[in-house]
């Protein structure tokens, strides 16, 4: 198994809401990413978890609060979010944390909008 | 960090060999050379990887010239399936993953 899934697909979310978005890979992979990609652009990398850890934190503002409740499992915790925060969140993960020798593994991304 | 500068687009037809090249005239000594494929709505998809020298994989190839300040992936006999997003990624084993600007192919029957 290769996969990487998301849930849920879309959002819509008010600024005021709480939500999050979930990922989860059953590849025994430790190492797991949160990209965010904009329209017409690379993805951009917000943070890394190794071994459960949160090990890069890409100056992400605060109402981006990720979380590794194990090691399959990554979730990204959204509250107070702009309309410029829409985007298409992907998820990754990869055999270690070996930063860009390593073979990532996206999931297909949950496509969000903030009104 | 290494700085990649790939073309915007690139326009080709069906059966005919593409080749998109990578510039990154600052790599270093312990950067490696990666490309994903990205279809729209999709997460990227990892193609190819290499050092030095050529690579080559069921889907692509991959050469990289001895001062290793560019790179470029080879995708032979293109069908339309394989239009598509290209990014070039260089970096080494610090989490330096920087995805370049990606690479627009556009494959017409």
């Known amino acids: 198994d290769t996969e990487v899934t998301q849930t849920p697909k879309h959002l819509v979310m008010g600024m005021t809401n709480k939500k999050s978005l979930k990922c989860e890979q059953h590849m025994g992979h430790r190492a797991m990413y949160w990209y965010k990609q904009k329209a017409k652009k690379p993805p951009e990398l917000m943070f890394v978890y190794s071994y459960e850890k949160l090990s890069i934190n890409e100056s992400v503002p605060s109402r981006f609060s990720p979380e590794c409740p194990n090691s399959s499992l990554l979730n990204l915790h959204l509250h107070a979010l702009q309309p410029e925060d829409s985007a298409l969140y992907l998820c990754?993960?990869?055999?270690?944390?070996?930063?860009?020798?390593?073979?990532?593994?996206f999931g297909p991304g949950t496509r969000l909008l903030v009104l | 960090l290494a700085k990649t500068t790939q073309p915007i687009s690139m326009d080709s037809y069906e059966g005919q060999e593409v080749n998109i090249t990578c510039s990154h005239n600052?790599?270093?000594?312990?950067?490696?050379i990666t490309w994903y494929q990205q279809f729209p709505s999709q997460g990227p998809r990892f193609i190819i990887q290499?050092?030095?020298t050529k690579v080559t994989n069921e889907v692509a190839s991959l050469f990289i010239p001895a001062d290793r300040k560019s790179s470029t992936l080879s995708l032979p006999r293109v069908s339309l399936s394989d239009t598509a997003v290209y990014y070039c990624?260089?970096?080494?084993?610090?989490?330096?993953?920087?995805f370049g600007a990606g690479t627009r192919l556009t494959v017409k029957p």
């Open positions: 990754a993960s990869s055999q270690d944390n070996l930063g860009a020798q390593e073979t990532q593994y």
């Open positions: 990624l260089v970096g080494d084993g610090n989490n330096d993953m920087r």
């Open positions: 290499g050092y030095k």
């Open positions: 600052n790599i270093a000594t312990n950067d490696y």
